[in-house]
């Protein structure tokens, strides 16, 4: 039978809860990871507040912007800001970029509310922003809860300015309002999909009138507070950039607090994974680049997302400082596309995979391919790669686990691992898996926090 059972032991494969397979030092060192985590999520509501909150914790770490045709030596630490949306940092290797560089990539864009150009008006007394919302959201989850207002106004005589409402203690907060269930009897025959429509997704904002005798007098009223707090006028909303986000504080989940509950984990949570390790990697043997990328949530596109050239740019100075053709270098680099996984739910176990699914608590989850039906839409990383991450991941004690989104054919969704791929980088998925994935309030584990942290050091510090 002990022979039988060894048998067993050698040939299967058995995952374990992560907190199995860890020590007392161990978890106060996840604790005090997600402690730094929460901070950095908590005052991050924007993909512009997380590049400007990584770009100060940076500096303050001996990162210096990189200006093309500096001098590069091995150990140095740069960072290349990308129109403040996006953002590059490097640490110099000491071996040429003729072999490659060790990349890490995530978003910092998150689901959320966009406000229209022409967005303020006023129906019956009450002051409104139209709004046209970003990522893919369930807009019913939208509507009546606290919202902030976070964005940049972009003046004609070039000013920009930074605008934060509701954020610190004692600010007033906006909502989208719902119908009460006792005159909601034909709302309630609709579908979800349908319950709440995009263009009824409109922020109340205010409801008392200017004291005058004018039209849209609740509408001048909030124009008023508006030009005071800030110098605008309605038409500069014209070129503004303002996004309504969920007002709620990150915070711990469970008695045991061994969850994290928050607003854009979704890919924050990557994000920050790959800022800690960058910060705690030394004089690497290759030079290691983290990328905080945008519009991964709408297709990557834009100046500020994966699929523009600013990647290729930022490289291609790098290596012609070395001498070194871009294309050897792409072609001998690997990137950990760092975003997160859908967790295993058991509420919601129809649609899921269960064998194949990602869990709480089961550490840093690894997705070969992503896509949607046919494996569409995917890179679909080589078994060598899935390969060396096994052992990379086993010489440095990160506990990992494989990771599929949900049962074949149930759906799909897409990384920039696509795009990273198609620059003839070996690429692959890999993060922190997460409950309610694209909700205003996501959760995650602590244990899967820092494990993803462990796991992108530990391919930045590989020999």
């Known amino acids: 039978m002990e022979e039988k059972n060894n048998l067993r032991e050698k040939l299967f494969y058995e995952q374990k809860n992560g907190y199995d397979l860890i020590d007392t030092k161990e978890r106060l060192a996840v604790e005090e990871y997600s402690r730094s985590y929460m901070e950095f999520l908590n005052n991050s509501r924007t993909e512009r507040e997380a590049v400007a909150n990584a770009i100060t914790e940076a500096e303050s770490l001996g990162f210096v912007e990189y200006v093309p045709g500096m001098e590069l030596k091995p150990g140095m630490k740069i960072y290349k800001n990308n129109r403040g949306k996006a953002l590059m940092l490097a640490v110099i290797g000491k071996k040429s970029l003729k072999e490659g560089a060790v990349i890490a990539g995530a978003h910092v864009d998150a689901p959320r509310i966009d406000l229209k150009q022409i967005t303020m008006y006023e129906s019956d007394e009450m002051c409104y922003f139209k709004t046209h919302y970003y990522g893919g959201i369930k807009k019913y989850q939208w509507v009546t809860i606290p919202l902030e207002l976070h964005g940049v106004v972009a003046l004609k005589n070039g000013e920009t300015v930074n605008v934060s409402i509701g954020r610190e203690p004692g600010e007033p907060k906006f909502v989208i309002t719902d119908l009460l269930p006792h005159l909601a009897a034909d709302q309630m025959k609709k579908t979800m999909a349908e319950g709440i429509t995009g263009e009824g997704l409109n922020i109340l904002i205010g409801s008392t009138p200017y004291a005058d005798e004018g039209k849209d007098r609740v509408k001048l009223a909030v124009m008023s507070i508006l030009n005071d707090m800030y110098g605008i006028t309605e038409e500069d909303f ?226």
């Open 238 to 463: 014209l070129s503004a950039e303002l996004t309504a986000v969920p007002g709620f504080d990150v915070c711990e989940i469970g008695l045991d607090r061994s969850l994290i509950g928050g607003y854009g984990h979704d890919d924050r949570v990557c994000a920050y994974a790959e800022l800690k390790a960058i910060f705690d990697t030394e004089n690497p043997e290759k030079t290691c680049v983290c990328i905080l990328a945008d519009k991964e949530e709408i297709g990557s596109m834009g100046v500020s997302g994966m699929q523009s050239t600013a990647f290729e740019c930022f490289m291609e100075d790098l290596c012609e400082t070395q001498g070194v053709a871009l294309r050897r270098c792409f072609e001998n680099s690997f990137c950990l596309s760092a975003d997160v996984c859908n967790a295993y739910d058991p509420l919601y176990p129809e649609v899921s995979e269960k064998r194949s699914e990602s869990k709480v608590n089961y550490g840093m989850g690894i997705c070969k391919f992503t896509g949607a039906r046919g494996k569409s839409g995917t890179s679909d990383a080589s078994a060598e790669i899935v390969a060396y991450l096994r052992r990379l991941f086993e010489a440095n004690g990160v506990v990992w686990q494989m990771a599929e989104l949900g049962k074949v054919d149930q759906g799909g969704g897409g990384t920039i691992a696509q795009y990273m791929a198609n620059r003839n980088i070996d690429t692959i998925d890999a993060g922190v898996p997460v409950l309610s994935m694209h909700a205003p309030f996501e959760v995650v584990s602590k244990f899967d926090c820092y494990m993803t942290y462990k796991g992108v050091l530990a391919a930045y510090q590989d020999k």
